[in-house]
């Protein structure tokens, strides 16, 4: 599902909306919230938006567990770091208990170690199968979305539920869900915004297959639990 938005501030209004709508809904069913959060800079005014009122009040926040979707493997310190952004922006201002938010970091440990035992932890949260009430997404002008960078072997990882890898073309290491875990959550949403995303987002939409060159063609884009909310500017081409 498409939904197009002539400004930012909509386009967050909306966004805000699913969020609490299925908070509301999990908690209700289940008791508990379960959410991955993304990264770079599309997410920030969302977050910043549910920290006021009157969104804020319409989350139970004590039942919400954050998790993220990917990460950059720096300190929670680092300007460069989803978690530090997402602290900035949303979780000091809400009433969420810490010991409800994971962060992938962890000091002292690989990358690759680090990806394994965020795994157990998420296998003692989430669904049985393995499944996330929410998961936030961002897509970037290269067709990427979380750590799924084209021509990476992450993006054939069938059986691991989280990923750390080296990611030669940014000279770092990457922490990311794999693409069965997010494609079992409830609901996934994807925030596209700017005229610098349009060319990938017709051919992650309507393109020929080439998950390859284009990641987020992975999800089950056909899917109506996976909402993309784009503005004007990046959907001039679909």
């Known amino acids: ?7 930012l501030q909509q386009l967050n209004g909306e966004a805000a909306e699913l969020f609490i709508q299925t908070a509301n809904e999990a908690i209700a069913a289940g008791g508990h919230f379960t ?3 993304t990264g770079g800079s599309s997410p920030a005014a969302l ?3 549910l920290a006021t009122v009157p969104y804020r009040d319409q989350v139970q926040w004590e039942h919400v567990y954050i998790f993220w ?3 950059r493997w720096v300190p929670l310190s680092d300007d ?3 978690a530090r952004m997402a602290f900035e922006t949303l979780l000091t201002h809400v009433p969420i208990p810490e010991e409800h938010i994971f962060p992938m970091w962890a000091d002292g440990v ?8 965020y795994e157990q932890t998420l296998r003692l949260h989430l669904h049985p199968e393995g499944r996330f009430d929410l998961i936030l997404l961002g897509m970037g002008p290269d067709g990427h979305t ?3 960078f084209p021509h990476t072997d992450v993006l054939h990882e069938q059986h691991k539920w989280v990923v750390g890898y080296y990611l030669d073309a940014q000279d770092m290491y990457r922490i990311t869900l794999t693409v069965p875990l997010v494609n079992r959550a409830a609901r996934v949403a994807v925030i596209a915004y700017g005229a610098n995303k349009a060319d990938a987002l017709y051919e992650v939409l309507k393109g020929v297959r080439n998950s390859e060159q284009y990641p987020a063609q992975l999800l089950d884009i056909a899917d109506e639990r996976i909402t993309w909310f784009v503005d004007e500017a990046a959907a001039a081409r679909i």
Do not use: I
């Open 35 to 37: 959410v991955a959060l």
């Open 69 to 71: 979707g990917d990460e």
């Open 1 to 7: 599902m498409v939904k197009r938005f002539n400004d």
């Open 146 to 148: 979380a750590s799924w």
């Open 110 to 117: 690989s990358p690759e170690e680090f990806a394994r035992e």
């Open 80 to 82: 460069r770091s989803n």
């Open 47 to 49: 977050y910043q938006l």
